[in-house]
């Protein structure tokens, strides 16, 4: 009988090395304390509170963002950059900070609007939003 | 050996792998100018002793599609994905991920990546000319530089708004021009587009949009 419950326990303690080794190296592992913004990231309730003007770049596909998106957004994309880059600079005015959101965490998409309006038209002020268009959608339903 | 059976079963997750194996879990594309999109094949066999259904093939971008013959593969059976990215007006190193759920309890998930480099077809030093309100009304310049070998022409150029004066100069015969922009004397806030127009690639010809905005 005490030989089983040493087992166990040493079967016990070896399954949490086990589990606290894969939560420490797995890539995917979930930050549960904070968030760890990359780069040019902002929170949601952040963008909410500021008090700077702000213009909404959806950087989604054209279909999903006739779908719905953000209020006052402004569709810009790569799928067609040019005609869609005309249209956001009649919008754009310097004193405005750019927040520009994608699907969810797992898009890059905003991170390229970002970066080719830092890059083509030298903008600064510019923000992506954290957990993007999927964020959006729970936080504000 | 009680320990040593029982701490295989507990490792024993670690060691297994799903029954389906790919070829290659990450594939460059290559990419001439030009193309619209691009195509790639990650071929997999079902090594396993039971069949395997793909319940889901997503990818991070809505530019990239996949397609796959049929969801259920038997073993030993082969089978390919097809990936294809459409290129729009992107430019740069694109990493686009895709990730493939089973039914396989081993290993049910698989990641992907499809890379493809898309050479910019000009170098432009700005898209946005903009003269601040303290700043002078002196003319600012755009320099374009194509980088494919072959000449293009800029074939048509002209704004929104004809208080903005255009000379276009080109520098180099078919490679590098030089577009000066004169916003006028007058101090008032205005604003415009700049349409420049290129004869490359010939089926589909580039076309590039300037702001110009005086404050």
Sequence with gaps: ?141 | MKIISLVLIIFSPLLLQGQMQFQEIENQANYKFGDKEVRRIFKFKNDGDYPVTFNSITSSCGCTTTSLDKTTYLPGEKGEIEAIFTIGQREGLQRKKITVLTDDSDNSRYEFILEVNIPKIAEINTRLLYWKKDESLDPKTITIDFQPNEPIKITDLKTSNDSFNLDMDEVLTGKKYIILVDPGTARNSKNGNLLVKTDFPKDNPKIYFFHLRVQ
Excluded at chain 1, 73 to 78: P, Q, R, Y
């Design chain 1, 1 to 141: 009988m005490n030989l089983f419950i040493k087992e166990s326990g040493l079967i016990c303690l070896l399954a949490l090395f086990l589990s606290l080794l894969t939560w420490s190296i797995h890539p995917g592992t979930p930050s549960y304390y904070k968030v760890e913004l990359e780069d040019g990231e902002i929170l949601l309730t952040i963008a909410l509170q500021s008090t700077d003007p702000v213009i909404w770049i959806d950087a989604r596909s054209k279909e999903n963002f006739e779908l719905d998106h953000i209020p006052g957004a402004i569709l810009l994309n790569e799928d067609n950059w040019e005609y869609l880059l005309a249209e956001f600079m009649e919008k754009w005015n310097p004193d405005l900070k750019v927040i520009v959101y994608c699907d969810s965490l797992l898009c890059r998409a905003s991170k390229n609007v970002a970066q080719r309006l830092q890059d083509e038209l030298q903008l600064n002020n510019i923000y992506t939003l954290y957990g993007g268009w999927e964020t959006w959608t729970i936080e504000k339903k």
